[in-house]
């Protein structure tokens, strides 16, 4: 299997390590977008649709699987990430490990929006502490 090598820019002097630890401690349980839903519908990512739950304004609750793009403007939210069966997982399904150990993200140019905006030193409370970063280690925001 070939996989893609990243360099993640963060912040000025601050570069991610690929330590996994960010996706490890919230790369699940996360609400997302609808719109994020778009790109995987048009593409027919259902590896990735299988693994959303979508509540619509109905009420009704279902996987990203069983929802057309004219559904997306009548979604209430989207929460990130179940298994095929609909049960919530505590661990990202995409979160992968290379040889070397470094983390990757097996959907990296499609992720949610909340992935690709997360960064822990942009958080105001002191979240990073928690998520043992070796880039916030090497240089605290």
Known sequence: MLQKTY????SQGQICRQCGHCCERWGWGQW?????LR?????????ILQHVTVFLENGK?????GIAPGDIP???????????????LRHCPFLGRSADGKAFCRIHDVRPAVCREYAP???????????RCQACREMMP
């Open 7 to 10: 360099t993640i820019h963060v």
């Open 32 to 36: 997302g977008s609808p719109e994020d």
């Open 39 to 47: 790109p995987w519908i048009e593409q027919d990512r259902e590896e």
């Open 61 to 65: 609750k279902t996987s990203g699987t």
């Open 74 to 88: 009548r979604i209430k939210r989207v929460r990130y990430w179940q298994n095929p069966s609909g049960r919530p």
């Open 121 to 131: 030193w942009n958080c105001d409370n002191g979240d990073y502490q928690y998520v």
